[in-house]
């Protein structure tokens, strides 16, 4: 284009270059150019004009599209920079230049500096069609955009008639017409007065011609390939279009298309930019909803944070629906409103959702297809209201968009995400869609954990429940005591403890057996062990035979067990209890089990009775030791993880757990057993590293 | 103590559920070099629960498959203590602590 208006200037008085590239090299120069600084074509400019004020305007407009006017005392010119498509377009006016050149120069200087800060294109065409039309004599002008491959729009017109404006609102592009050819050729079109118009374009001479037009120029407007449309100036008199009044009004429209290059420049960066940081909230929006599924809350809470974190800036309503059996809940319902939340509920409440209705969370839920309405038309309200008044109040929400999708996890629908646009008048589009069924897919895959989990500590729970009598037997003559609390773990309740503590009616009235035992190890060996023990234990007991016996026989219970190994071993503590109407009588085994308390007033005894831990060799040693318990005494039976607790006092130890038996003011076996189980879970902040069980029995006062 | 066909396992800081499963794993390392005689050194340890136990137990069962001799350091600390709750002391070789005596064994 600027090549081409180079070309057409010739050697005509008004001097022209064109630089390209950020050195600025001059790709072209008319001789009224060349005759005022030398021939400096293939040159950069700085080679003819070394001023520093030049190259920061050639700088300038190159790189940010600023026109600039710089006066230069050697020789004597003020040279104009104007952007243009594929460089800058200087305009040299020579001092000595006649006043009316100087005029018409200054004003294209000036009509560049307000193209360059035009705001958008229909700003440019009002410059183009009213400044740039006086400045050029023009009777009438249009601006036209290229808006499809096919036609032309008008963005800014004046000066015709009516009815010939009326009919150029919009421009079929096509061939035999000066527009047309203007734009589809990219060259100008020259008519110089009505008789050319007769005589080049005989059909649309009427149309031209009308209202008193004689000349048209018709400029097409381009940037490199980028056709961004032309435009149209007409005279009511015969305009010859010397090369001085084409160069005129040949930088005009360069200047024109500069600037609505521009602005189409900055709007699809602009929209870019938007677009990039609406992605980028998306994904730090998914990210700070997969942190929020990890949370440790219960499913409900964590699906209500995340319909929290939604509104606003991603939909006025967020809601979370889930399949329960064969109903469809809504558990998590969000806006930025809570007076808005609570009226929905109540409309909920008063016109209950149809399960049926195409597109509903419940449909959506059940079907597991997405539903989109990127457009909530009046009827669908009409449609899904059950009378006047429910579709009075579900107008009055304004629902304007809505997405609904399944949370799908391996086939399989879990229930829904619904995100809603009511007053901020938004609608979704296909990327919002897609972000929804990432966010559904977030939230899917965290409530499918959730379940496993909950599965799975289910089982751990009825495994534990297994291990551990569900209520002690009641022994008359003796209150009975006990406490189990399992090793804290980060997946706390997955766990299954290898503690266990039993009281079991021996074979005669009057004879208990007793028992606190610990399986080394964790999980389902652990707790198949366990089980052997309580069983074997119970089984034994009820035979009659003595403590250390009925150890020995659980230990070639255990050995004949398959898969035993010496990781598998355990020690317990078991006693056979005979209680008569003074107190009681304990016989107590321990097959390498933490000796039991006895709690007489204000004092404590171990109770030794040294032997094997169980299930590793086949002949183990053991022996009796036999204890009163008078009305009053009491006995500690317990497992290592009470004395064998570490906490940032070091180890808990046997004397700290003595003493505290010896000197807990007037216990009962309850209270003594609540005392020692905060004592020790205490000393551990809490944490405890080891199950830790606890069998008291008191002789009754 | 060392002698050619003598390898020690020495264990230090705690023996427990956390730290048993480091110590089966070196443990292991020793018995591949297939030594006539393993020793473990428990003498050093600040802690030790039964899960530490059942490193020893295991050597133990290795040892009796694999017809070595295994021994093991109590010294007077924590683990001389668990060991005699287990009613394990005469069960095993135990040999005397390096910087210190051989435990009293009574």
């Known amino acids: ?701 | 103590m060392t002698a050619d066909h003598t390898v020690e396992v020495v264990l230090t800081g705690e023996l427990d559920i956390a730290s048993a499963e480091d110590a089966l794993r070196r443990v292991a390392e020793a018995e591949r070099a297939a030594p006539s005689l393993l020793v473990i050194d428990l003498s050093r340890l600040t802690f030790v629960d039964s899960s530490g136990v059942r490193v020893v137990l295991v050597a133990d069962d290795h040892a009796r498959a694999a017809g070595r001799r295994l021994a093991i350091r109590l010294g007077r600390g924590p683990a001389l203590r668990v060991f005699t709750a287990l009613g394990l002391v005469d069960r095993f070789e135990v040999l005397p602590a390096r910087d210190g005596p051989a435990p009293d064994r009574a």
């Open chain 1, 1 to 701: 284009m600027t090549t081409a208006l180079v070309d057409a200037v010739g050697d005509r008085p008004l001097p022209l270059a064109v630089t390209a590239t950020a050195e600025h090299v001059v790709v072209r120069a008319n001789p009224a150019a060349r005759n005022l600084v030398g021939d400096v074509v293939g040159r950069p400019i700085r080679a003819a004009l070394p001023h520093p004020a030049l190259l920061a305007a050639l700088d300038a407009a190159y790189h940010r599209g600023d026109p600039g006017v710089v006066p230069l005392p050697a020789p004597d010119v003020v040279v104009g920079c104007l952007p243009v498509a594929d460089g800058v377009l200087l305009l040299l006016a020579p001092a000595d230049a006649p006043p009316d050149l100087r005029r018409r120069t200054a004003a294209l200087h000036r009509l560049a500096a307000e193209l360059a800060s035009a705001a958008n294109p229909q700003a440019i065409a009002f410059l183009v069609s009213t400044t740039a039309a006086r400045l050029l004599g023009a009777d009438a002008c249009g601006v036209y955009s290229r808006t499809d491959a096919g036609a032309l729009t008008t963005l800014h017109s004046s000066g015709w008639p009516a009815a010939t404006a009326g009919r150029f609102t919009r421009v079929e592009l096509r061939r035999g017409r000066p527009l047309s050819d203007a734009v589809l050729d990219g060259t100008p079109v020259w008519l110089e007065d009505a008789a050319q118009w007769r005589s080049r374009y005989p059909e649309m001479a009427p149309v031209g011609t009308s209202g008193g037009f004689q000349a048209t120029a018709c400029l097409p407007l381009r940037v490199r390939d980028r056709d961004l449309g032309a435009v149209v100036f007409s005279f009511l008199t015969p305009r010859p279009f010397r090369s001085d009044e084409r160069e005129y009004l040949l930088a005009t429209a360069a200047l024109c298309a500069q600037a609505l290059d521009r602005v189409r420049l900055l709007a699809a960066e602009q929209a870019a930019r938007a677009a990039a940081e609406r992605q980028l909230d998306r994904m730090t929006f998914l990210a700070r909803a997969s942190r929020l599924m990890e949370a440790p809350l219960s499913v409900e809470e964590r699906l209500q944070r995340l319909a929290n974190l939604a509104v606003p800036d991603f939909s006025d309503w967020c809601a979370v629906h889930l399949v329960r059996g064969d109903r469809v809940d809504e558990v998590a319902v969000a806006h930025a409103d809570p007076a808005k939340v609570a009226f929905v509920a109540r409309l909920q409440e008063r016109y209950p959702p149809d399960p049926t209705a195409p597109g509903s969370a419940i449909e959506v839920s059940r079907t597991g297809r997405p539903a989109f309405f990127p457009e909530i038309p009046d009827a669908l309200l009409v449609d899904a209201a059950v009378d006047e008044e429910h579709l009075r109040l579900i107008r009055s929400i304004g629902l304007r968009s809505a997405v609904v999708v399944p949370l799908l996890v391996r086939g399989r629908s879990l229930g829904t995400l619904t995100l809603v646009h009511a007053e901020s008048g938004q609608r979704f589009d296909e990327v919002d869609l897609a972000f929804t069924a990432q966010l559904a897919g977030v939230a899917a895959v965290a409530l499918d954990n959730a379940r496993l989990y909950e599965e799975q500590r289910r089982i751990a729970q009825t495994l534990q429940d297994a291990l551990l009598p569900a209520v002690l037997p009641d022994v008359p003559g003796v209150r009975v005591a006990a406490r189990y609390r399992p090793q804290t773990d980060h997946l706390a309740g997955l766990h299954v403890g290898g503690d266990l503590y039993d009281v079991v009616a021996g074979d005669t009235p009057g004879t208990w057996g007793v028992v606190v035992a610990d399986v080394c190890g964790k999980g389902p060996e652990a707790a198949a062990r366990t089980a052997l023990i309580r069983h074997t234990l119970r089984a034994e007991v009820g035979h009659g035979h003595g403590p250390a016996e009925v150890l020995r026989r659980l230990n070639r219970a255990m050995l004949r067990e398959p898969g035993g190994s010496p990781l598998r071993f355990a020690t317990a503590a078991h006693g056979r209890l005979h209680v008569d109407g003074d107190g009681a009588t304990v016989t107590m085994a321990s097959a390498g089990h933490p000796p039991p308390l006895v709690r007489r007033g204000g004092t404590v005894e171990a109770v030794t009775a040294p032997g094997t831990l169980l299930g590793v060799y086949p002949d183990i040693e053991l022996t009796e030791t036999t204890v009163r318990l008078d009305r009053g005494d009491m006995m500690v039976l317990y497992t290592d993880g009470v004395t064998e607790a570490r906490g940032v006092n070091g180890l808990y130890g046997n004397d700290r757990l003595a003493t505290l038996v010896a000197t807990t003011p007037s216990p009962t076996a309850d209270t003594l057993a609540d005392t020692l189980l905060a004592d020790v879970v205490g000393f551990q902040q809490g944490r405890l590293h080891d199950d830790v069980a606890l069998l008291i029995l008191e002789a009754m006062p």
